[in-house]
């Protein structure tokens, strides 16, 4: 009988009920099946980020092995970390970050680099002149702090390219349209609106057209998810101008954790690839997506098929076992 020791991660996720979130997990699973000796825990902090400083002392309370972890707020989570990482528990960074050097390994695309992407097209379609509105994510939040920066830098030095508002939309479908309809009558005039994510952009794109001046305004996200109401079928929609592939991580979160429980030699800062997509490339886009999708449910199925197979061999095993017993 196998009594080998199985490797307990425990995932303390920032929030989990939006797409992107679920395309992560759907691809760690995925990612699972090839390292049997490991069991994931999974937390949800729903956005809460006291929620998720527990869910990670939990976690170190319980004696977990490594932790993988997506911050919810930079500095907040910060002490929680170290924690984990001073008691010699391995800790993996997905998509956001924390303020202090003291993790073992992160993954994630460079956000400064899509917020720098998307002040050059925001440059480019307005030819330098032009007035965003910005719709934030969680302001703590990594991400948004990095692809604000980035497109700043970026529309620096065009002098009549200017954001003139922003919302704090806080990475939520929901709370972009409420605080977009709470300020829509003060809000001063835009033909650009740059959101942090794609579902953020899409609620503006969405209250905009009910006020009939959607056709006069350019929407610019980040994620660029396949799928039904994904950034990529936005942008073949032409409801967005554009969207920059943001890769979840999750397959190289739970490698680069695999790694690290087995000794084996890993990378510390690894740089997922992004990509501007519009409707020059989506279609190509899409269906890379979908041929990688379609891989993986073959990998999923090959596997359930291998598992019942090895059942089918015990069950076998058995009755050669009562047979020469009997
Ligand atoms: C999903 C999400 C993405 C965004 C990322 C930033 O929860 O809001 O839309 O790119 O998190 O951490």
Known sequence: KNSSKKFRIGFAQCTGSDLWRKQM????????????????EYRDAQNNT?????????????????????????????????????????????????????????????NYEIGKLAGALAAEISKG???ILEVWGLRESSPALERHRGFSDAIAPYPNLKIVASLDGQWEQDTAAHRFRESASILPSFNIVYAHNDVMAYSVYTLCQKQG?????????????SGPGGGLQLV?????????????????????????????????DNILETTPIDSRNVKVMQ????????????????????????????????????????
Do not use: C, W
Not at 261 to 268: F, M, R, S
Not at 288 to 310: F, T
């Open 236 to 268: 073949k929609d032409r409801i967005l101008t554009a969207t920059f592939l943001y890769p979840t991580g999750g397959e190289e979160a739970i490698r680069t954790a695999s790694d690290i429980l087995h000794g084996q030699p890993y990378i510390k």
């Open 25 to 40: 997990l759907a691809s760690m699973y995925a990612e699972l099946l090839f390292h049997p000796d490991i069991e994931l």
């Open 213 to 225: 001046r959607a056709d006069s305004i350019k929407f610019i996200g980040v994620d660029g998810l």
């Open 50 to 110: 006291e929620k998720q400083r527990r869910d990670i002392e939990n976690f170190i309370d319980d004696k977990i092995d490594l932790l993988i972890v997506t911050p919810n707020e930079a500095d907040a989570i910060t002490p929680s970390v170290e924690l984990a990482y001073n008691k010699g528990i391995p800790v993996v960074m997905v998509d956001r970050k924390i303020n202090s050097e003291k993790y073992t390994a992160y993954i994630g695309a460079d």
């Open 129 to 131: 002149n032009g007035a």
């Open 287 to 326: 269906l890379q997506q979908m041929k990688m999708e379609a891989q993986r449910n073959d990998i999923v199925r090959l596997q359930q098929n291998v598992n019942s197979q090895g059942q089918r061999f015990d069950q076998q095993q058995l009755y050669i076992y009562i047979l020469l017993a009997s």
